[in-house]
């Protein structure tokens, strides 16, 4: 099977540990979650917020790996990591969204990366969500105005799509 970016970071993510994903805050959009599995690469439980990786998951990954290398899409001994890592924005995502904080260092290392700022009430609290224009389940960030949601997009280098 010939894995797209998302999958394979979906799949080496659970490659590492199990992906739980809840509603509020999601990582994988579920139609890459839903392809991986129906592939047999990855499982969902009955609870239906955790996936798993398949013993088939692992050996395409293992092919992946001898083909390509490490299957991540980034290093982490690049120094472009390291200086992202380094960021505000970086800091709190590690703090807020732990098990999104891989997902997101790989989307906001993307050249030009596409993102759109809509209002959202998600989370309970009305906030302005930054969301990837390919991915617009994953939120990058949400900030309480939109002006601020602008200026970390600018900050970042992230470009705004209206």
């Known amino acids: 099977m010939r894995l797209t970016v998302k999958q394979l970071a979906a799949l080496h993510e ?3 540990d199990k992906i739980f994903q809840l509603p509020e805050r999601r990582r994988h ?3 890459v979650l839903a392809a991986l599995v129906r592939a047999g690469l990855l499982k969902a439980t009955s609870v239906g917020v955790i ?3 398949t013993d088939a998951g692992r050996a395409e990954l293992a ?3 001898s083909k390509n290398g490490n299957p991540s899409i980034v290093a982490r001994t690049s120094p472009t990591v390291a200086a992202l890592e380094q960021t505000e924005w970086a800091k709190q995502f590690k703090v807020d969204s732990p098990v999104s904080y891989k997902a997101a260092l790989q989307y906001a290392l993307e050249d030009g990366l596409s993102v759109f ?3 959202s ?3 309970g609290d009305p906030v302005w969500a930054v969301r990837v224009f390919d991915d617009p389940e994953f ?3 949400a ?3 939109k002006a601020q949601a602008i200026a970390l997009c600018r900050e970042m280098g992230w470009k705004v799509v209206e």
């Open 14 to 16: 659970a490659d590492e």
């Open 29 to 31: 959009s579920p139609g």
């Open 51 to 53: 996936w798993t990786i």
């Open 63 to 65: 092919c992946h790996r």
């Open 117 to 119: 700022i809509e209002r």
């Open 121 to 123: 009430f998600e989370t």
């Open 139 to 141: 939120w990058m960030e």
């Open 143 to 145: 900030k309480p105005t």
